[in-house]
C-alpha cells in the first residue's frame, strides 16, 4: 500500500489514504463464498475495518459469480471511533488485486475494466473451464485465448497467471484453498501468510486438505516449488509389424505429410490388418499425387495432410466390432482406473451403455441382407425405434467375453454391407477432392475437410451423414468439376460445413443451403451445367 | 435445510460490550431480537432467506427463550397477514420476504394491514433484488408504498446505521400506527461489517409472557364504514405523524460540504456508492467526508418535504440518485420545490440512465455528468474528467486486445441435478412423431434454467407456482397437450390451489410435471411440508403431494425417479398421447443433489475412516470412442461433463469428458441409452475398503481376462500383489 509507505507524523504511522479493493470473479460451486470468508476472517483478526459482498443469486452453479472485498489495513483502535466508506461494487479503475478462478473470466475483468496498469495485480488460473455455449458446439467452439493472455500483460500491473486447477489436482484438494496461497505468496495483499492459515484452521472443515492447498499456491507463486508433472498419457499399444508400411511411407511421401499419416497408417492396420494399412497408403498417394500436381509443394502438401487425415478417419468408422475392440483392450482398463482416480488396491467394476439398433445390425450383415434390412426398417418409421440395450460390466468375465468374441469379428468386416457402403462413398469423395484439386486448392481442402460432419453414433450419425451427403451433393460435386472462380464455391462450402457443425437439427444447414452466401453471378450459371 | 447455524445463533446471543462480525442480514436480525420483536414470519427468498433460516433452525433454543414465535410462512400473503396480531395488540412483529415478487404476493394482505393500522409496531424486511444478478423481474418496491401507505425505509449499508434503523423501524410504526418496510438491496444483505450489540430484549407479551383476552374494535375491520375512516386516517393522521417522527429523530441524514452551492439527494440504499464515485472522482476521503453535501434518505417513502425544500433552497442544482423508471423521487421532489417557489435545478434521470442498477461504473458516470454540467463553484474539473476519460481507455484498449467479447456464462443445473434428467426427457420426447414441439408453461424455481442452453425449453414464465394456470388460456389452442412445469415450492406456496384446483375445476386436458426435488432448492434448500429428506423427517409428519392432488379429484397421478431418463420419456409419451381427459400429473421425484450431497459427504467420509467398504460411483467417456459430436453435453449441459483436447493426432475437434466434479449420478449414462447417442460413457463403480471377496472376485476376473489379452501382464501382476495384501489384512 502506497498510502501505507507515506510514513509517520507525530510518532504515529499515518492512516492510508483509502482501502484495499479486490474482487474475486469465481464460478458457482468453486467455493468462492468460503474463501472470501477465509480473507475476510484474516482481516478481522487483525483488527482492520473490512466489508464483502457477493451476488451469488441466480448465478448458482458454473453461472459467473462475484464476490468483493474492501480491507482497511489500520487496526480500529487506530480509527478513534471514524470507519471508512467502503463499497458494495469492484469499480473499474479502482481496484488493487483482481482474481479470477478461470482464464475466460479474467478475459471478463479485463473487459469490464477493473485490472489497470497503475495499481491493478491480476491473479487468475490458467486453465480453462468451458461455458456451456463453447462446449456444446458440434465441432470446436471453445474460445481462443491468446490474445487474453497477452491482453493480461499489457492491461495489469502485475498479471500473475498460473494453472491452479492442477495445482489443486495433484495436491487432491480443491482450487479456492490453493487461489487463496497464492493471493497470500503474491505479497499483494495486506495479510500476513499466518493469518489467512489461521483462518482456515478456524473454520474447521476440511482443515488439513485446505492448508496442504493453501501451501502449494503460496510456495508455487514465490518459485519455492515447480508446477507437478501431468502423468504421461497411458500408451496405445503397437498394432503389429508395420515397419515395411512405414518404411514405403517415408520413401513415397514428402516429409511434411509424416506425421498424419503414419498415425493414419497405424490406425488402418490396427482397425483391420496389414493389408488394410497398405490401401490407405494407396488412396493417400492419389491425394498426394493430386497435391502435387496443383504446387502442393509450396503449401506444405496441406491437400495431402488434411485428406489423409480424414481418410483415416473414415476408413476406420466406428461399427460395434470396432467399439468392442477399444473397449477391450488392456491400456483401455488402466486409462479407466487412473480417470476415476481408483487407488492400487481398489476393484473397479466398468459398465457400458450398447444399444444397437438394425443399422448397427445391418452394417455387419453381407450386403444384400444388411440392404433389405435397411430397406424393409425405412418403410416403417417405428422399427428405426428398435434397440438392444446392452450393459456390459467389461471386467467381469462373462462381460469381457462378450466384448471380446464381437472385437474377433473383425475379420469379417471387409464382407460386410457397411464396408461396402462406406467405400464407395469414400471412393466418390476421393475423386471429388482429385479434380477439385485441378480447379483450386482451397475448394480441394473444403473438401477434403467435409468428412467430418460425418460424426458421432446411432442418430447423430444419421444426421451427420445426411449433412455430409446433402453438401457433398449440392455444393462439393459441382464445384470440383465446374469452371471458373472458384471463390464462391469455397466460400459456400465453408459456410455449409460450419453452420452444419453449427446446430444438430440441421436448421443452420438448412439456411445456408436455401440462400448460398452471395455467390457471384457466373457461378450460379456454372452451378446449372 | 441441511445446514447448521450454530455459529449464527451464537452471533446472536451477543450483548451489551461486545461486537457483532457478519453479514448484513444477520444483523438485521440481531436488530430485531435487539428491538423486543415477539413474532417473526417470512417466505425465504434470496436475500433474505438466511433470515428465517437462522431463526427458525434455533425455534427450541435461543427464540423461545426471548417467547419469540417463529413461522415458515406458506408464501408472502401468510406473511403478511401474520401481522394482523399487531392490529389489535401492542406486540411487535416482522416478516419477511423477497421484493417485488413477494410484495405482489403480499399485497392483498398488506392493504388490509395498512388500511387497519396497527398498534404494535410491525416490520416488513424486504429484500430488493434489483439489477445485477437479480433473478426476477426488474420493478422497484416504492409503488407499492405510496399506494397503500405504508412507509418504505432504504437504510444505508452500514452495519450499525442498519441495526439502528430496525428499532428505529418499531418506533416509527408505532408512532404513525402504520406498518413499516425497510428494503435491503441484496449486495447490502451479504455485506459484512461490524457493530456493537446490545443485549436482547423479550417482548412486552411473547410466547413466555401472554395476552390475557381479546380485543374487539369494529373500527379495525375492512367493512364501510370503517375502512373510509381508515383511508382519512392515514392522511390526516397517520401520514403527518409518520413525518414528525423522521424529523424529529433525524432518520435522513444531511453531510455537509464545501461546494454547497450544488448537492446531491441520494436513497439510503445508495449512499456507499454515492461516495465510492466521489472518492474516485477526488471528492471525498476514505472515511467518507463528501466535498458536496449529501441528503441521504434512509426514509424513501413518505418524504420530508420541508428537509428536503431547506437542503435545496441553497443551491443552484441538487442530484437525485434513484435508480428506476418511473423516477418517483425526481418528481415529487420537483413538485415540492415548485409548492415551495424555489428554482433549484434539478438533475437526475438524464446524467443516469432510466433503467437498470446503478452498479459502480453507472454511479462514476454519472457523478462525473452532473459535476461537469453544474460546474460547482471553485472546482477543477480536469481531474474529474480525467478519471472517466481513463476509463473509456482501458475498456477500449480491452476491447481492442481482445479482439472479440467474452463469451457469456449463463447458469445451470448443478452437476447431479435431479431436474436435469426430466428436461432431457422432455427434449427427447418432442423427437417422437406423434409428439412434436410442444408448448411448455414453465415455472420459477430451479427448473427456470432449462430455458437457457443447452435446453431451451419453457415458453411462458408468469409466476411462482403459477405454471399450470399460465397454461389455461394457451392449452385450448393447441391440437396436441400442453406441459406445464411446477416445483414442489411453487406446488406449496399457491400451485395446488391456483393451478391444480383451477385445473380440475375447468377439467383442462393437458400435462403438469411437479419438479419433486424435496426442498425450496433455489431459495437455499429450506424444507417444505412434503420434504422427506432422505428419509430423516419422520414420515407421519410429511404430507404427500400426491394425496392433496388426489384429493382435487385427478386420477392420472404417475410418480417417476427422474434418473431414469428412459422410463420418463416413456411416461411423459403416455400422458401426451393416452386417450384418457382430464390433468395429467407427473410426479418427478429425487432429491436436490447438493443437499443429498451435504447430508452423505459426512457420512461417507466416517465410514471411510471407519474401514468400512464404500462403493463410489463416477462416470467417464471413452476417449478412443468419442468422435468429438458433442451431443450428449446438448442433451445434459452438466457442469462436469465437459470438453477435453482430443487425445488422438488425426481429430482435429474436442472430445467429451468427465471432470472430477462427477457425483455419479447416472445422467451422461442414462441419455446416452434413452436418446442411443453412442457406446462412449461408461459407469465405473469403485470398492472403496474392498473387503475379501472383492478382492478374491477381482484377482479371480483379472486372471481370465488377462488371459484372454484383456490386462496387461503388470497390471494382473499389480492386482495379484494387491489382492495378497487385502486377504492378509
Given at each position: 500500500m502506497s498510502a501505507e509507505a507515506n510514513g509517520a507524523s507525530n510518532g504515529a504511522e499515518a492512516l492510508p489514504e483509502r482501502t484495499f479493493t479486490m474482487v474475486v470473479g469465481a464460478l458457482g460451486g468453486e467455493g468462492g463464498g468460503v474463501l472470501t470468508s477465509w480473507i475476510v476472517a484474516a482481516a478481522e483478526s487483525l483488527g482492520f475495518p473490512c466489508q464483502s459482498t457477493s451476488i451469488p443469486g441466480v448465478a448458482q452453479r458454473t453461472g459467473a459469480t462475484t464476490y468483493y472485498i474492501e480491507i482497511y489495513p489500520a487496526h480500529h483502535d487506530r480509527l478513534a471511533g471514524r470507519s471508512p466508506t467502503m463499497a458494495l461494487y469492484a469499480t473499474p479503475g479502482n481496484m488493487d488485486v483482481v482474481v479470477t478462478s478461470e482464464l475466460m473470466e479474467a478475459g471478463r475483468a479485463l473487459e469490464l475494466g477493473w485490472v489497470t496498469p497503475d495499481r491493478t495485480t491480476l491473479i487468475s488460473?490458467?486453465?480453462?473451464?468451458?461455458?456451456?455455449?463453447?462446449?456444446?458446439?458440434?465441432?470446436?467452439?471453445?474460445?481462443?485465448?491468446?490474445?487474453?493472455?497477452?491482453?493480461?500483460?499489457?492491461?495489469?500491473?502485475?498479471?500473475?497467471?498460473?494453472?491452479?486447477?492442477?495445482?489443486?489436482?495433484?495436491?487432491?484438494?480443491?482450487?479456492?484453498?490453493?487461489?487463496?496461497?497464492?493471493?497470500?505468496?503474491?505479497?499483494?495483499?495486506?495479510?500476513?501468510?499466518?493469518?489467512?492459515?489461521?483462518?482456515?484452521?478456524?473454520?474447521?472443515?476440511?482443515?488439513?486438505?485446505?492448508?496442504?492447498?493453501?501451501?502449494?499456491?503460496?510456495?508455487?507463486?514465490?518459485?519455492?516449488?515447480?508446477?507437478?508433472?501431468?502423468?504421461?498419457?497411458?500408451?496405445?499399444?503397437?498394432?503389429?509389424?508395420?515397419?515395411a508400411l512405414l518404411a514405403r511411407l517415408e520413401e513415397s511421401f514428402p516429409p511434411e505429410t509424416h506425421r498424419i499419416l503414419r498415425d493414419g497408417v497405424r490406425r488402418a492396420v490396427d482397425y483391420q490388418n496389414l493389408a488394410y494399412g497398405a490401401r490407405y497408403l494407396d488412396n493417400a498417394g492419389k491425394i498426394l499425387a493430386a497435391d502435387k500436381a496443383n504446387g502442393g509443394a509450396e503449401r506444405g502438401f496441406g491437400l495431402t495432410v488434411e485428406g489423409g487425415r480424414y481418410l483415416a478417419l473414415w476408413m476406420t468408422y466406428e461399427d460395434i466390432i470396432r467399439v468392442a475392440a477399444l473397449k477391450s483392450r488392456p491400456e483401455r482398463m488402466e486409462r479407466v482406473r487412473r480417470e476415476v482416480g481408483a487407488k492400487a488396491e481398489e476393484p473397479v467394476v466398468v459398465t457400458e451403455f450398447l444399444k444397437p439398433g438394425y443399422d448397427e445390425i445391418a452394417s455387419v450383415l453381407p450386403p444384400a441382407l444388411g440392404r433389405a434390412l435397411t430397406r424393409w426398417k425405412e418403410k416403417k418409421s417405428s422399427r428405426q425405434k428398435f434397440h438392444v440395450a446392452m450393459r456390459v460390466k467389461t471386467n467381469t468375465v462373462f462381460g469381457y467375453v462378450r466384448l471380446w468374441g464381437l472385437?474377433?469379428?473383425?475379420?469379417?468386416?471387409?464382407?460386410?454391407?457397411?464396408?461396402?457402403?462406406?467405400?464407395?462413398?469414400?471412393?466418390?469423395?476421393?475423386?471429388?477432392?482429385?479434380?477439385?484439386?485441378?480447379?483450386?486448392?482451397?475448394?480441394?481442402?473444403?473438401?477434403?475437410?467435409?468428412?467430418?460432419?460425418?460424426?458421432?453414433?446411432?442418430?447423430?450419425?444419421?444426421?451427420?451423414?445426411?449433412?455430409?451427403?446433402?453438401?457433398?451433393?449440392?455444393?462439393?460435386?459441382?464445384?470440383?468439376t465446374a469452371t471458373g472462380d472458384p471463390a464462391g464455391a469455397v466460400t459456400a462450402l465453408n459456410a455449409a460445413r460450419t453452420a452444419a457443425l453449427a446446430d444438430p437439427e440441421g436448421d443452420a444447414l438448412r439456411t445456408v443451403l436455401v440462400a448460398p452466401p452471395a455467390p457471384p453471378e457466373e457461378n450460379r450459371a456454372q452451378a446449372a451445367e | 435445510m441441511e445446514r447448521s447455524f450454530a455459529k449464527e445463533v451464537e452471533l446472536l446471543r451477543r450483548g451489551d460490550g461486545e461486537y457483532f462480525e457478519g453479514e448484513g442480514i444477520l444483523a438485521i436480525t440481531k436488530g430485531l431480537l435487539q428491538s423486543g420483536v415477539s413474532y417473526v414470519g417470512g417466505y425465504q427468498g434470496a436475500p433474505v432467506s438466511h433470515l428465517m433460516d437462522v431463526l427458525t433452525s434455533d425455534s427450541k433454543g435461543l427464540m423461545a427463550e426471548l417467547g419469540v414465535h417463529t413461522e415458515v410462512c406458506a408464501n408472502e400473503a401468510a406473511a403478511a397477514a401474520m401481522l394482523a396480531a399487531s392490529i389489535n395488540y401492542p406486540i411487535r412483529g416482522a416478516v419477511?420476504?423477497?421484493?417485488?415478487?413477494?410484495?405482489?404476493?403480499?399485497?392483498?394482505?398488506?392493504?388490509?394491514?395498512?388500511?387497519?393500522?396497527?398498534?404494535?409496531?410491525?416490520?416488513?424486511?424486504?429484500?430488493?433484488?434489483?439489477?445485477?444478478?437479480?433473478?426476477?423481474?426488474?420493478?422497484?418496491?416504492?409503488?407499492?408504498?405510496?399506494?397503500?401507505s405504508a412507509w418504505l425505509m432504504d437504510p444505508r449499508p452500514h452495519h450499525p446505521r442498519m441495526v439502528d434503523l430496525i428499532e428505529k423501524g418499531f418506533e416509527l410504526s408505532e408512532a404513525s400506527h402504520t406498518p413499516v418496510m425497510v428494503e435491503f438491496r441484496i449486495r447490502a444483505c451479504h455485506v459484512t461489517g461490524r457493530f456493537a450489540t446490545k443485549d436482547n430484549k423479550p417482548g412486552r407479551f411473547s410466547t413466555n409472557d401472554k395476552l390475557e383476552k381479546p380485543v374487539f374494535d369494529i373500527g379495525r375491520i375492512a367493512l364501510p364504514p370503517a375502512t373510509y375512516e381508515q383511508e382519512k386516517k392515514k392522511v390526516e393522521e397517520r401520514f403527518p405523524a409518520a413525518i414528525d417522527f423522521i424529523r424529529e429523530h433525524k432518520l435522513n441524514e444531511v453531510f455537509p460540504g464545501k461546494y454547497d452551492d450544488v448537492g446531491i439527494v441520494c436513497l439510503g440504499g445508495l449512499y456507499n456508492s454515492v461516495i465510492r464515485g466521489l472518492q474516485q472522482l477526488g471528492l471525498a476521503d476514505v472515511f467518507g467526508n463528501s466535498d458536496i453535501p449529501i441528503l441521504c434518505l434512509n426514509v424513501t417513502y413518505p418524504l420530508v418535504d420541508d428537509e428536503i425544500a431547506e437542503f435545496c433552497a441553497t443551491k443552484r442544482s441538487v442530484l437525485i440518485v434513484e435508480e428506476g423508471f418511473p423516477e418517483y423521487h425526481e418528481q415529487a421532489i420537483n413538485a415540492l420545490l415548485r409548492k415551495a417557489d424555489l428554482n433549484t435545478e434539478i438533475v437526475g434521470k438524464g446524467v443516469f440512465p432510466k433503467a437498470g442498477e446503478y452498479q459502480a461504473e453507472v454511479m462514476l458516470r454519472g457523478l462525473a455528468g452532473f459535476i461537469e454540467g453544474s460546474v460547482p463553484k471553485?472546482?477543477?474539473?480536469?481531474?474529474?474528467?480525467?478519471?472517466?476519460?481513463?476509463?473509456?481507455?482501458?475498456?477500449?484498449?480491452?476491447?481492442?486486445?481482445?479482439?472479440?467479447?467474452?463469451?457469456?456464462?449463463?447458469?445451470?443445473?448443478?452437476?447431479?441435478?435431479?431436474?436435469?434428467?426430466?428436461?432431457?426427457?422432455?427434449?427427447?420426447?418432442?423427437?417422437?412423431?406423434?409428439?412434436?414441439?410442444?408448448?411448455?408453461?414453465?415455472?420459477?424455481?430451479?427448473?427456470?434454467?432449462?430455458?437457457?442452453?443447452?435446453?431451451?425449453?419453457?415458453?411462458?414464465?408468469?409466476?411462482?407456482?403459477?405454471?399450470?394456470?399460465?397454461?389455461?388460456?394457451?392449452?385450448?389452442?393447441?391440437?396436441?397437450?400442453?406441459?406445464?412445469?411446477?416445483?414442489?415450492?411453487?406446488?406449496?406456496?399457491?400451485?395446488?390451489?391456483?393451478?391444480?384446483?383451477?385445473?380440475?375445476?375447468?377439467?383442462?386436458?393437458?400435462?403438469?410435471?411437479?419438479?419433486?426435488?424435496?426442498?425450496?432448492?433455489?431459495?437455499g434448500q429450506q424444507r417444505l411440508p412434503s420434504t422427506t429428506a432422505g428419509g430423516s423427517v419422520p414420515s407421519d409428519t410429511v404430507m404427500p403431494m400426491e394425496r392433496a392432488i388426489k384429493g382435487l379429484g385427478v386420477k392420472w397421478v404417475r410418480k417417476q425417479y427422474t434418473y431414469r431418463v428412459g422410463k420418463m420419456k416413456k411416461l411423459l409419451h403416455e400422458a401426451l398421447t393416452t386417450p384418457e381427459k382430464g390433468l395429467k400429473v407427473i410426479i418427478a421425484e429425487a432429491e436436490c443433489q447438493i443437499a443429498k450431497q451435504r447430508r452423505l459427504r459426512p457420512l461417507v467420509r466416517k465410514a471411510l475412516d471407519a474401514g468400512n467398504r464404500v462403493v463410489r460411483t463416477r462416470f467417464g467417456v471413452d476417449e478412443d470412442t468419442c468422435t468429438g459430436d458433442h451431443s450428449c453435453i446438448r442433451l445434459s449441459g452438466c457442469p462436469s461433463l465437459t470438453v477435453k483436447p482430443n487425445p488422438d493426432p488425426l481429430r482435429k475437434d474436442p472430445i467429451a469428458h468427465v471432470n472430477n466434479g462427477c457425483v455419479g449420478c447416472g445422467l451422461c449414462g442414462e441419455v446416452a441409452d434413452a436418446a442411443v447417442l453412442c457406446p462412449s460413457f461408461y459407469r465405473a463403480d469403485i470398492v472403496q475398503n474392498p473387503k475379501g471377496m472383492d478382492l478374491f472376485l477381482d484377482k479371480w476376473r483379472k486372471s481370465v481376462i488377462g488371459r484372454l489379452g484383456g490386462y496387461a501382464n503388470g497390471a494382473v501382476a499389480n492386482g495379484s500383489a494387491a489382492g495378497g495384501n487385502g486377504a492378509a489384512r
Amino acid at each position: 500500500m502506497s498510502a501505507e509507505a507515506n510514513g509517520a507524523s507525530n510518532g504515529a504511522e499515518a492512516l492510508p489514504e483509502r482501502t484495499f479493493t479486490m474482487v474475486v470473479g469465481a464460478l458457482g460451486g468453486e467455493g468462492g463464498g468460503v474463501l472470501t470468508s477465509w480473507i475476510v476472517a484474516a482481516a478481522e483478526s487483525l483488527g482492520f475495518p473490512c466489508q464483502s459482498t457477493s451476488i451469488p443469486g441466480v448465478a448458482q452453479r458454473t453461472g459467473a459469480t462475484t464476490y468483493y472485498i474492501e480491507i482497511y489495513p489500520a487496526h480500529h483502535d487506530r480509527l478513534a471511533g471514524r470507519s471508512p466508506t467502503m463499497a458494495l461494487y469492484a469499480t473499474p479503475g479502482n481496484m488493487d488485486v483482481v482474481v479470477t478462478s478461470e482464464l475466460m473470466e479474467a478475459g471478463r475483468a479485463l473487459e469490464l475494466g477493473w485490472v489497470t496498469p497503475d495499481r491493478t495485480t491480476l491473479i487468475s488460473s490458467s486453465h480453462r473451464v468451458y461455458s456451456i455455449l463453447e462446449k456444446s458446439a458440434m465441432g470446436d467452439g471453445r474460445f481462443e485465448a491468446s490474445d487474453l493472455i497477452e491482453t493480461a500483460n499489457h492491461l495489469a500491473r502485475r498479471a500473475i497467471l498460473i494453472d491452479m486447477d492442477r495445482l489443486a489436482q495433484a495436491n487432491g484438494t480443491v482450487i479456492n484453498a490453493v487461489i487463496l496461497g497464492v493471493i497470500a505468496g503474491s505479497g499483494e495483499v495486506p495479510i500476513p501468510a499466518e493469518a489467512f492459515e489461521k483462518a482456515i484452521e478456524k473454520t474447521g472443515v476440511a482443515v488439513s486438505g485446505n492448508l496442504r492447498g493453501f501451501k502449494a499456491g503460496f510456495d508455487y507463486v514465490r518459485g519455492d516449488i515447480p508446477m507437478p508433472e501431468e502423468p504421461p498419457p497411458v500408451e496405445r499399444g503397437a498394432p503389429g509389424d508395420i515397419g515395411a508400411l512405414l518404411a514405403r511411407l517415408e520413401e513415397s511421401f514428402p516429409p511434411e505429410t509424416h506425421r498424419i499419416l503414419r498415425d493414419g497408417v497405424r490406425r488402418a492396420v490396427d482397425y483391420q490388418n496389414l493389408a488394410y494399412g497398405a490401401r490407405y497408403l494407396d488412396n493417400a498417394g492419389k491425394i498426394l499425387a493430386a497435391d502435387k500436381a496443383n504446387g502442393g509443394a509450396e503449401r506444405g502438401f496441406g491437400l495431402t495432410v488434411e485428406g489423409g487425415r480424414y481418410l483415416a478417419l473414415w476408413m476406420t468408422y466406428e461399427d460395434i466390432i470396432r467399439v468392442a475392440a477399444l473397449k477391450s483392450r488392456p491400456e483401455r482398463m488402466e486409462r479407466v482406473r487412473r480417470e476415476v482416480g481408483a487407488k492400487a488396491e481398489e476393484p473397479v467394476v466398468v459398465t457400458e451403455f450398447l444399444k444397437p439398433g438394425y443399422d448397427e445390425i445391418a452394417s455387419v450383415l453381407p450386403p444384400a441382407l444388411g440392404r433389405a434390412l435397411t430397406r424393409w426398417k425405412e418403410k416403417k418409421s417405428s422399427r428405426q425405434k428398435f434397440h438392444v440395450a446392452m450393459r456390459v460390466k467389461t471386467n467381469t468375465v462373462f462381460g469381457y467375453v462378450r466384448l471380446w468374441g464381437l472385437a474377433k469379428l473383425r475379420f469379417w468386416r471387409p464382407y460386410s454391407y457397411r464396408f461396402a457402403e462406406e467405400w464407395s462413398e469414400i471412393e466418390t469423395w476421393l475423386e471429388a477432392l482429385e479434380s477439385a484439386a485441378g480447379r483450386s486448392y482451397e475448394l480441394a481442402l473444403e473438401i477434403a475437410e467435409l468428412p467430418n460432419l460425418r460424426k458421432g453414433y446411432s442418430d447423430t450419425h444419421r444426421r451427420g451423414v445426411g449433412n455430409y451427403r446433402k453438401v457433398f451433393e449440392e455444393l462439393a460435386r459441382p464445384a470440383a468439376t465446374a469452371t471458373g472462380d472458384p471463390a464462391g464455391a469455397v466460400t459456400a462450402l465453408n459456410a455449409a460445413r460450419t453452420a452444419a457443425l453449427a446446430d444438430p437439427e440441421g436448421d443452420a444447414l438448412r439456411t445456408v443451403l436455401v440462400a448460398p452466401p452471395a455467390p457471384p453471378e457466373e457461378n450460379r450459371a456454372q452451378a446449372a451445367e | 435445510m441441511e445446514r447448521s447455524f450454530a455459529k449464527e445463533v451464537e452471533l446472536l446471543r451477543r450483548g451489551d460490550g461486545e461486537y457483532f462480525e457478519g453479514e448484513g442480514i444477520l444483523a438485521i436480525t440481531k436488530g430485531l431480537l435487539q428491538s423486543g420483536v415477539s413474532y417473526v414470519g417470512g417466505y425465504q427468498g434470496a436475500p433474505v432467506s438466511h433470515l428465517m433460516d437462522v431463526l427458525t433452525s434455533d425455534s427450541k433454543g435461543l427464540m423461545a427463550e426471548l417467547g419469540v414465535h417463529t413461522e415458515v410462512c406458506a408464501n408472502e400473503a401468510a406473511a403478511a397477514a401474520m401481522l394482523a396480531a399487531s392490529i389489535n395488540y401492542p406486540i411487535r412483529g416482522a416478516v419477511t420476504w423477497k421484493s417485488t415478487v413477494g410484495t405482489n404476493v403480499a399485497a392483498d394482505a398488506l392493504s388490509n394491514v395498512a388500511s387497519a393500522g396497527v398498534v404494535g409496531g410491525a416490520l416488513i424486511i424486504l429484500g430488493e433484488d434489483y439489477g445485477e444478478g437479480a433473478s426476477i423481474i426488474q420493478e422497484r418496491t416504492h409503488a407499492f408504498a405510496m399506494k397503500c401507505s405504508a412507509w418504505l425505509m432504504d437504510p444505508r449499508p452500514h452495519h450499525p446505521r442498519m441495526v439502528d434503523l430496525i428499532e428505529k423501524g418499531f418506533e416509527l410504526s408505532e408512532a404513525s400506527h402504520t406498518p413499516v418496510m425497510v428494503e435491503f438491496r441484496i449486495r447490502a444483505c451479504h455485506v459484512t461489517g461490524r457493530f456493537a450489540t446490545k443485549d436482547n430484549k423479550p417482548g412486552r407479551f411473547s410466547t413466555n409472557d401472554k395476552l390475557e383476552k381479546p380485543v374487539f374494535d369494529i373500527g379495525r375491520i375492512a367493512l364501510p364504514p370503517a375502512t373510509y375512516e381508515q383511508e382519512k386516517k392515514k392522511v390526516e393522521e397517520r401520514f403527518p405523524a409518520a413525518i414528525d417522527f423522521i424529523r424529529e429523530h433525524k432518520l435522513n441524514e444531511v453531510f455537509p460540504g464545501k461546494y454547497d452551492d450544488v448537492g446531491i439527494v441520494c436513497l439510503g440504499g445508495l449512499y456507499n456508492s454515492v461516495i465510492r464515485g466521489l472518492q474516485q472522482l477526488g471528492l471525498a476521503d476514505v472515511f467518507g467526508n463528501s466535498d458536496i453535501p449529501i441528503l441521504c434518505l434512509n426514509v424513501t417513502y413518505p418524504l420530508v418535504d420541508d428537509e428536503i425544500a431547506e437542503f435545496c433552497a441553497t443551491k443552484r442544482s441538487v442530484l437525485i440518485v434513484e435508480e428506476g423508471f418511473p423516477e418517483y423521487h425526481e418528481q415529487a421532489i420537483n413538485a415540492l420545490l415548485r409548492k415551495a417557489d424555489l428554482n433549484t435545478e434539478i438533475v437526475g434521470k438524464g446524467v443516469f440512465p432510466k433503467a437498470g442498477e446503478y452498479q459502480a461504473e453507472v454511479m462514476l458516470r454519472g457523478l462525473a455528468g452532473f459535476i461537469e454540467g453544474s460546474v460547482p463553484k471553485g472546482i477543477d474539473l480536469e481531474p474529474v474528467s480525467a478519471v472517466v476519460a481513463g476509463l473509456d481507455k482501458t475498456k477500449e484498449t480491452a476491447a481492442e486486445m481482445l479482439g472479440k467479447p467474452v463469451p457469456k456464462r449463463p447458469p445451470g443445473f448443478c452437476t447431479g441435478c435431479p431436474e436435469r434428467p426430466v428436461f432431457s426427457a422432455i427434449k427427447l420426447v418432442q423427437r417422437e412423431e406423434d409428439v412434436g414441439e410442444v408448448h411448455i408453461s414453465a415455472d420459477i424455481g430451479c427448473h427456470t434454467f432449462a430455458a437457457l442452453p443447452p435446453f431451451g425449453l419453457g415458453n411462458t414464465v408468469t409466476g411462482y407456482g403459477l405454471g399450470l394456470a399460465s397454461s389455461a388460456g394457451v392449452a385450448p389452442h393447441f391440437n396436441g397437450r400442453t406441459i406445464s412445469i411446477m416445483g414442489d415450492g411453487g406446488f406449496w406456496h399457491n400451485g395446488l390451489s391456483s393451478g391444480i384446483s383451477g385445473a380440475a375445476f375447468n377439467d383442462h386436458d393437458s400435462v403438469l410435471v411437479i419438479m419433486a426435488n424435496g426442498y425450496s432448492s433455489a431459495t437455499g434448500q429450506q424444507r417444505l411440508p412434503s420434504t422427506t429428506a432422505g428419509g430423516s423427517v419422520p414420515s407421519d409428519t410429511v404430507m404427500p403431494m400426491e394425496r392433496a392432488i388426489k384429493g382435487l379429484g385427478v386420477k392420472w397421478v404417475r410418480k417417476q425417479y427422474t434418473y431414469r431418463v428412459g422410463k420418463m420419456k416413456k411416461l411423459l409419451h403416455e400422458a401426451l398421447t393416452t386417450p384418457e381427459k382430464g390433468l395429467k400429473v407427473i410426479i418427478a421425484e429425487a432429491e436436490c443433489q447438493i443437499a443429498k450431497q451435504r447430508r452423505l459427504r459426512p457420512l461417507v467420509r466416517k465410514a471411510l475412516d471407519a474401514g468400512n467398504r464404500v462403493v463410489r460411483t463416477r462416470f467417464g467417456v471413452d476417449e478412443d470412442t468419442c468422435t468429438g459430436d458433442h451431443s450428449c453435453i446438448r442433451l445434459s449441459g452438466c457442469p462436469s461433463l465437459t470438453v477435453k483436447p482430443n487425445p488422438d493426432p488425426l481429430r482435429k475437434d474436442p472430445i467429451a469428458h468427465v471432470n472430477n466434479g462427477c457425483v455419479g449420478c447416472g445422467l451422461c449414462g442414462e441419455v446416452a441409452d434413452a436418446a442411443v447417442l453412442c457406446p462412449s460413457f461408461y459407469r465405473a463403480d469403485i470398492v472403496q475398503n474392498p473387503k475379501g471377496m472383492d478382492l478374491f472376485l477381482d484377482k479371480w476376473r483379472k486372471s481370465v481376462i488377462g488371459r484372454l489379452g484383456g490386462y496387461a501382464n503388470g497390471a494382473v501382476a499389480n492386482g495379484s500383489a494387491a489382492g495378497g495384501n487385502g486377504a492378509a489384512r
